[in-house]
């Protein structure tokens, strides 16, 4: 059973008739009765019945009618979705990081409602190490994380890259340059493993051979960002989207030699679940990635902004 076949049984009782429906479908009266002819070998049953006038349906015929509407209609409907990027209907569940919440997540979410209105984003917002678990469970469809993980099962695409700085409470660290293993002896608020950050910048001071002796693991950014302002300890926080912060005499930065390195963050998906819009999304990431604002607004389509 064809579409083509379908097509003209379809039109020719919406037209009434077998020339009627050729033109409608430009081809000719042969060739669809050809198609009904098949339709009819197929099923073993006639479908119109011949011994009137005009072209009438039979009580099989019309049962036929009535499936060959629904599948013409759903045919057109996918041909429409996958034509036109702002038809596609589906469910897209992401994993962020909670810095990427706290600073461009809102103008992602605005991008992807630009651009595929039918589309519903469910961003969950989570540690990279978790957030990498649940997408090789197929729990989530894309993450964008720290580039902290090395599988060949997941592909990564580079999204962007997060400055950050050594802070305190201000005066906690006497004023001046700080060398990393003397920072190294300090009470020091860190990631941890589940961390995508945590993970790099444990790996960075370990190769050059400065472990710290106090360490306290936070694995909430918010909570590290207070317990940094409360005087707990040094941590290595996101430099420029805490500037308020630092303007505020709330957080101090340190001049610490050797600087921390870039954290760059990259979207994985699973290699064998790579689509279309899993790759136009991870471009309008791309598009979009700021960290050095916390709390962004994104444009409207009057030329405000919403928050």
Sequence with gaps: MTFKQLEALYWIAQLGGFAQAAHKLHTSQSAVSKRVHELEQLFDTPLFDRSQRTARLTEKGEEMFVLARQLLRQRDAAVEQFSKPGVIERRLRIGVTELTAMTWLPRLVALVQQHYPKVTLEP?????????????????????????????????????????????????????????????????????QSSGTGRRYDAWMKELGAEPSDAIVVSNLIALIGLTISGLGVSYLPRHCLDPLISAGLLAVLEVDPPLPPVPYVALYKGEH??????????????????????????????????
């Excluded at 540690?127 to 197929?138: E, F, I, N, V, Y």
């Excluded at 389509?301 to 919403?306: K, L, V």
């Design 274 to 307: 790579r689509s279309a819009l899993v790759s136009s999304i991870t471009m309008l990431a791309q598009s979009c990635c700021d960290f050095t604002r916390a709390f962004q607004a994104f444009p409207m389509g009057d030329g405000t902004e919403r928050r």
């Design 124 to 192: 969950d917002v989570d540690g990279s190490l978790p957030l990498r678990d649940k997408l090789l469970a197929d729990d989530l469809d894309l993450v964008i994380v720290p580039d902290a993980f090395a599988d060949a099962r997941l592909p990564a695409k580079a999204v962007g890259q997060v400055e950050s700085a050594w802070m305190c409470q201000p005066g906690l660290l006497p004023a001046g340059p700080v060398r990393l293993h003397q920072l190294a002896h300090q009470r020091l608020l860190v990631q941890g």
